[in-house]
């Protein structure tokens, strides 16, 4: 079994600073392309950032010079820092992972997704 715990969340005025962790454990061999996800209230899941096994990293245009994604592969673990926040950042943030199993004698790929932490900017 495989899981991805986050970290991170909570009350932030607009301008302020939020780190959020996800780390995942479990039977992994490893660990593919990580990512950070948000739903807003009656909105989608939209993808914000992700990074590669080799630690490339893309973002959507709205969080681009704002928020920073990394990975310290050795622990399992995806970082998103955000800055300057705004009250459209409000959202539960979810992180995801796409992890090869532990399996012997096979390839076997799972997606895992955390359970959401939620992020609040007001003032």
């Known amino acids: 079994q495989?899981?991805?715990?986050?970290?991170?969340?909570?009350?932030v005025?607009?301008?302020g600073s939020?780190?959020?962790?996800?780390?995942?454990?479990?039977?992994i061999f490893s660990i593919n392309a990580m990512a950070w996800?948000?739903?807003a209230p009656g909105n989608q899941r939209e993808l914000l950032a992700a990074v590669t096994g080799g630690?490339?990293?893309?973002?959507v245009d709205s969080v681009k010079g704002r928020f920073t994604i990394w990975?310290?592969?050795?622990?399992?673990?995806v970082y998103l820092q955000m800055n300057s926040l705004k009250p459209e950042d409000t959202a539960v943030y979810y992180?995801?992972?796409?992890?090869?199993?532990?399996?012997?004698?096979?390839?076997?790929?799972?997606?895992v997704w955390g359970q959401g932490t939620l992020v609040t900017?007001?003032?």
């Open 95 to 111: 992180c995801s992972a796409l992890i090869r199993l532990e399996v012997p004698n096979r390839e076997e790929y799972l997606e």
């Open 13 to 15: 005025q607009p301008g």
């Open 55 to 59: 630690g490339s990293t893309s973002y």
């Open 71 to 77: 990975r310290d592969s050795a622990r399992n673990t």
């Open 2 to 11: 495989v899981q991805l715990v986050e970290s991170g969340g909570g009350w």
């Open 37 to 39: 996800y948000r739903q």
């Open 18 to 27: 939020l780190r959020l962790s996800c780390a995942a454990s479990g039977s």
């Open 121 to 123: 900017v007001s003032s």
